[in-house]
């Protein structure tokens, strides 16, 4: 299915060959910044900008860099790319499909969804309880995201592993040995996925709920409603968006807290209103991202002379280590002011959507840990390669064992 859409393989680019070196890519990225800061691959044909200006440029000005790509970063199964994606499309058309989606996001309606959001936290805290030492990444950092967004999009949230396990299988990586095998396995799963949500649309176009499925039955695209198809690619779309990035920002936080700065659980003990500010330094200090943009026209704006159609890669992680912006980029540092400017939720017009959610469930999230237990302690001979995903768009965690201390 996502056969005509050729993939940018980003460890192509920094060919940093191990796990590790993918975990920690910050030396290259200093390399680049200094040495290479607009810099052409001549084998995928892809340019790629590493400054915090470029980055942000790219991001932003989609007159030169469009959302309409024949080629990506992550697979984005073509199913996906309909009249309601609000992602692979620019400005002007760009602006009704957001508006689509962002009345379910206004700061009223995370209001709301606060208290359903505050007692899935204090469901996963409970399960921990009692146990001293747990795998933070399987209790909390994914069943979090994927219990809420389930919970907001209106479906059983007794049905999250097989979301978690379709959602998985659409956004695994490909690789070249595999690669028919794996574009079946997503095949099947999106079918799978859509007939699963298939129902749950029509039940509710019957029956509204307070639910943004429910909103998104009601919602107007030029003039006509959605039809079942595209309310049904719009969840698939947002549960794609949320879950991933979330996981990965709970599950960094935790490791920042313990191998970043240890002694910082102490600090935010000491004071809870440290908790968003811990939340933004992990943005910019770890995390693993970058996007793609088709060039729209011929261009020299960063120096060297770039051609319409060619691909470009803004390297988000790069940027939000760049001196000229952040001082002391390379040190952890949650006092530092400007943390927010990290622009690892983009910038411009796609600027992440769901960013006042992935921050509310991480502040509520940590603030609940730390009310709850006393400290968190690095468990013994830990290291960090054994614990990674192998990823496409940069390394994460799929396990971090951590010991708790006792409960308050
Ligand atoms: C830490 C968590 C998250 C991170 C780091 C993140 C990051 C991003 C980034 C970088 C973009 C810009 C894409 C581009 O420029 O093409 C984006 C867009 C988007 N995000 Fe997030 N995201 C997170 C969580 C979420 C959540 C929880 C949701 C919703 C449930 C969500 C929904 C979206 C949507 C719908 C877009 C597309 C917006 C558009 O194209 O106009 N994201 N996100």
Redesign the pocket.
Known sequence: MNANRQMIMLHEITKLATKQAQWEPYAWYKEMRDNNPVYYDAQQDVWNVFLYDHVKRV?FDHELFS?KKQRSLIPIPDRLESRSN????DPPD?RK??AL?SQA?TPRSLKEWEPRIQNIIDELIAEMEGTPTVDIVQKLAIPL?IT??AD?LGVPSRDRHLIKEWSDILFLPYNTEAYADIELQKGRAMKEFAEYLYPIVLAKRQHPEDDIITDLTKAELEGEQLTNEEVVMSAI???G???E??T???SNIFYAMLYDQPGIYQELRADLSLVPKLVEEV?RFR?P?S???RIAQDTNVFGPEMKAGQAIV?W?GAANRDESQFASADVFDIHRPGNQYH?????????????P???M??NMAIASVVKRFDDIRQVNGFDVGEHLTESITGQSLKSLPIVLGSNL
Do not use: K, Q, Y
Not at 86 to 89: C, D
């Open positions: 991001l959302n609000v992602n692979l499309v760009h499909r957001r989606l996001f995201p809420v967004i907001l779309g947002l549960l968006a949320g879950n990035t979330t990965t920002l709970l943005l995390f991202a996007m793609d943009r803004a988000i622009l690892s939720f983009g910038s411009g017009p796609h600027f992440c959507l769901g960013a959610l992935a921050r469930e991480a």
